[in-house]
Each structure stands twice: as C-alpha cells, then as structure tokens.
C-alpha cells in the first residue's frame, strides 16, 4: 500500500523473495528441514546407507513386493501413457480428442498399504478412504478444547491409527499370538502322570480332535489311502484297551463365512497351487503337507474315512460293547453318529452347527457328564486335544460337570 502511495521507493530491479530478509527465512527454512529429514527419517541423501528394500523414509514401512514393483515401474508407466496419448490426440491420425479424460495410470503407492475405511456422509453416499491419524489426533485435541465431556486422557486412552494396533497390522490382517504360552502356564498349576491311571471302562470316554489326529499320520509308511483308513481303525482299537467309548470330532471346512477363513487362507498361501483329490481305497496318497493345504480335499478326506469305517464295521469292533461317535464327518457335517459291531445310529441330542471342533468336544463333555449322571455313576473325560483355546474353555466347565471324576 505504501509503494502504491509512492511513499516509499520500489526497486524494480529486485522481487522481494531475492531480499536479504527473505533469503535469511528461506534458507532457515531449508535448514530446519534438512535437520528433521537426518534426525526423524531415513536419510534420503545417505547413499550407502540406503536399506535394499522400498521404504517409506517417514516411516520406515518397507513396501510390499507389489507396491515396489509399481513404484520402480512408474518412469516406464509414465512414457506408455504419454506414448498412447500423443498418438491418440496429437497424432495427424488422431482416434481421440484432447479433451477427453486420461485413464488412471494405475500405479500404487504407500497410501495403498494402509486399509481403506467406508464413511457415510450427509448426503447418504458411502465413500472409501484413508484415514489419517495424525490428523484424526489433531481434530480429536481439538475437540478437547471446545467439549466438555472429552478430555485429553479420553482421547489417549485409544490408539491413533483407523484399527488397534494391537489385533492387526498395517496392511489389516490380524495378528499371530503365542496361544501355547498360556497353556504351559495352565500345565504349570498341576502335576503330569506318564501313564493314564486305571479306572472303570464302562465309566471312561475317550473325545478326540478327529483333524489334529488326521495330520499326525506317519504317511511315509502308507501308499494308499486306503491303508490311511486302517491306520486310523488301529488307533480306535487301540483306545479300547481303557474305554468301552471313543468320540472323535471334526472341523467343518464347508462354511461359506467362516471365522477362520483368514487364517486358513494363510495357512495355504505357502503353496503356489492347490490341487483337489477324488479319493479312493487304492489311491496313492499324494504330497501329505500340499494335499492337506486345501479344505476341500480335508473335508473329502474326513467323508472317505466315515464311509470307509461304515463298511467295515466288523473289523474294527472285534469286541461288544465297544462304540465309536463320529462328529463333523459326514455329507451333513451337523449329524453326529454312533457306530458299533450292531448297527448305525443317529445321536439328534447331539446335532449342532459349530464350525470350531474345540467347542464342539465341549458339548459332548458336557453330554457325556449327563450320561453319568443318568447312570448314577461317576465316570472319567479323557479329551485329546491340543488346541489352547479348549484347554481354556475346558478349565472353565470343569466346575460345572457334576457326575465328572476325572478329566
């Protein structure tokens, strides 16, 4: 204003970002920046302490193999584009206008690592983003300030980040916990024995996770699958040396939403292929760890090895009274069965949904301690399982089982 009253003599020769005063900021400026660069992040201009891997020099996130390879790949993106524009739109033979709207390029980056989060606005519309913590922080202090019912302890009592951090990472698949540490700690409470004491037979049941059973076969010493069948009747056998009952449940892998599909997906993403076997008695059994990677083939396998026992009944009971219950095993992984050297029956009381078998062998525990209690007797649950969370839930019901001596 005062140059424009000609109260003041303007130099035309010289802008006013080029003056001593603005050069003195400016340069501050570079200055703080370089010393948060070198002192905050991954140095950018040290050159032979470069890590091998694509980082997020803010961060330190390394990026993921696709990521990496889009970003590397942009220079080589870019000039297609161009490329495809120019003879597009600029060409003598043009096919397209100027003006039209260029394509996305496509190209991922960090931002892409981070899951996307559906927000619903005023309007109705439902868009996805990416949420910011660092600025959800500063809106949620400022909401501090001008609230009376949020307080800067509220406000830290969460963590700064669109999910908790202590159930997922970044990329939004959840985290691994070290479950068997707390069953040691449980083991630690009490006393081991080497061997199962004598008791009753008539008074024992023997439940078993029927897949944690599956997947300890010693398949080197087996070529077909029938001989995996008669492996599995020999350990049933066997069990009838201490009970007259032996249950063994099944997890069903036929769910269409199921609660471990995140971590079965996991599970198999170490095989570049997943193959699906028609199994029959006198087929080689293939790759055991590949083979067991897909449920499909674990959930033909649990229905070959139910319809293998039913024809073979007088086999495997060469004694009376002598039973074995098979949950989860059957086209209709809801039904549960008895089988004995007199006939197939169905157990209705016993007919449930669960996915999981750890609470499945639940519930026959606690069917069993009814069944004692029926009886007026006071029997033994041995239950063969190696899943923590039933040890857990095992502790928990053990108060609750009123005919149950020993488990």
Same mark, same amino acid.
């Given at each position: 204003m005062r140059a424009r009253a000609c109260l003041v003599h303007v130099d035309d020769q010289c802008h006013d970002e080029a003056k001593p005063a603005a050069m003195k900021r400016d340069e501050k400026h570079v200055q703080d920046l370089i010393v948060y660069i070198t002192e905050n992040m991954t140095n950018p201009f040290d050159v032979d302490n470069h890590p091998r891997q694509l980082i997020n020099i803010s961060t330190g996130l390394h990026a993921s193999h696709d990521i990496e390879d889009s970003l590397l790949k942009s220079i080589e993106t870019g000039r297609t584009k161009m490329k495809i524009f120019v003879e597009s739109s600029l060409s003598t033979d043009?096919? @397209?206008? +100027?003006? %039209?709207?260029?394509?996305r390029s496509g190209l991922k980056t960090s931002e892409d690592m981070n899951p996307k989060v559906q927000l619903k606005c005023k309007s109705g519309q439902?868009? /996805? @983003?990416?949420?910011n913590p660092e600025l959800v922080f500063r809106r949620a202090l400022s909401l501090t300030k001008c609230r009376d019912d949020v307080s800067v302890e509220t406000v830290l009592s969460y963590p700064i980040c669109p999910i908790p951090t202590a159930l +997922? %990472?970044?990329?939004g698949t959840m985290r691994k916990t070290n479950k068997s540490d707390l069953a040691h700690e449980l083991e630690n409470l009490v006393g081991s024995v080497p061997n199962i004491p004598p008791f009753d037979h008539s008074a024992t049941v023997l439940i078993r996770d029927g897949m944690s059973l599956v997947q300890s076969f010693d398949v080197k010493r087996m070529s077909t699958f029938g001989d995996l069948a008669n492996s599995y009747i020999m350990q049933v056998q066997s069990c009838f040396r201490f009970t007259d009952k032996v249950v063994d449940v099944f997890d069903r892998y036929g769910t269409e939403h199921s609660i471990k599909s995140a971590e079965r997906h996991r599970r198999s993403a170490t095989t570049t292929t997943q193959k699906v076997y028609h199994m029959a008695e006198g087929r080689t059994v293939p790759d055991? /760890? /590949? +083979?067991?990677?897909?449920? /499909?083939?674990k959930q033909a396998l649990i229905t070959f090895l139910d319809d293998y026992l039913s024809s073979n009944l007088s086999d495997m009971f060469q004694e009376e009274n002598k039973c074995l219950v098979l949950a989860g095993a059957f086209s209709n992984p809801e039904i549960v069965r008895q089988l004995s050297n007199e006939h197939v029956i169905d157990l209705p009381d016993l007919f449930c949904s669960h996915e999981e078998a750890d609470t499945r062998i639940l519930l026959h525990v606690i069917h069993s301690d009814k069944i004692f209690q029926q009886l007026n007797i006071r029997g033994r649950i041995i239950v063969k399982c190696s899943d923590t969370d039933f040890l857990v839930l095992r502790v928990h019901y053990f108060k609750v089982l009123v005919s149950t001596e020993q488990m």
């Amino acid at each position: 204003m005062r140059a424009r009253a000609c109260l003041v003599h303007v130099d035309d020769q010289c802008h006013d970002e080029a003056k001593p005063a603005a050069m003195k900021r400016d340069e501050k400026h570079v200055q703080d920046l370089i010393v948060y660069i070198t002192e905050n992040m991954t140095n950018p201009f040290d050159v032979d302490n470069h890590p091998r891997q694509l980082i997020n020099i803010s961060t330190g996130l390394h990026a993921s193999h696709d990521i990496e390879d889009s970003l590397l790949k942009s220079i080589e993106t870019g000039r297609t584009k161009m490329k495809i524009f120019v003879e597009s739109s600029l060409s003598t033979d043009k096919a @397209g206008s +100027f003006y %039209h709207p260029i394509q996305r390029s496509g190209l991922k980056t960090s931002e892409d690592m981070n899951p996307k989060v559906q927000l619903k606005c005023k309007s109705g519309q439902v868009v /996805k @983003g990416h949420l910011n913590p660092e600025l959800v922080f500063r809106r949620a202090l400022s909401l501090t300030k001008c609230r009376d019912d949020v307080s800067v302890e509220t406000v830290l009592s969460y963590p700064i980040c669109p999910i908790p951090t202590a159930l +997922f %990472h970044d990329d939004g698949t959840m985290r691994k916990t070290n479950k068997s540490d707390l069953a040691h700690e449980l083991e630690n409470l009490v006393g081991s024995v080497p061997n199962i004491p004598p008791f009753d037979h008539s008074a024992t049941v023997l439940i078993r996770d029927g897949m944690s059973l599956v997947q300890s076969f010693d398949v080197k010493r087996m070529s077909t699958f029938g001989d995996l069948a008669n492996s599995y009747i020999m350990q049933v056998q066997s069990c009838f040396r201490f009970t007259d009952k032996v249950v063994d449940v099944f997890d069903r892998y036929g769910t269409e939403h199921s609660i471990k599909s995140a971590e079965r997906h996991r599970r198999s993403a170490t095989t570049t292929t997943q193959k699906v076997y028609h199994m029959a008695e006198g087929r080689t059994v293939p790759d055991w /760890k /590949k +083979f067991l990677s897909s449920n /499909k083939n674990k959930q033909a396998l649990i229905t070959f090895l139910d319809d293998y026992l039913s024809s073979n009944l007088s086999d495997m009971f060469q004694e009376e009274n002598k039973c074995l219950v098979l949950a989860g095993a059957f086209s209709n992984p809801e039904i549960v069965r008895q089988l004995s050297n007199e006939h197939v029956i169905d157990l209705p009381d016993l007919f449930c949904s669960h996915e999981e078998a750890d609470t499945r062998i639940l519930l026959h525990v606690i069917h069993s301690d009814k069944i004692f209690q029926q009886l007026n007797i006071r029997g033994r649950i041995i239950v063969k399982c190696s899943d923590t969370d039933f040890l857990v839930l095992r502790v928990h019901y053990f108060k609750v089982l009123v005919s149950t001596e020993q488990m």
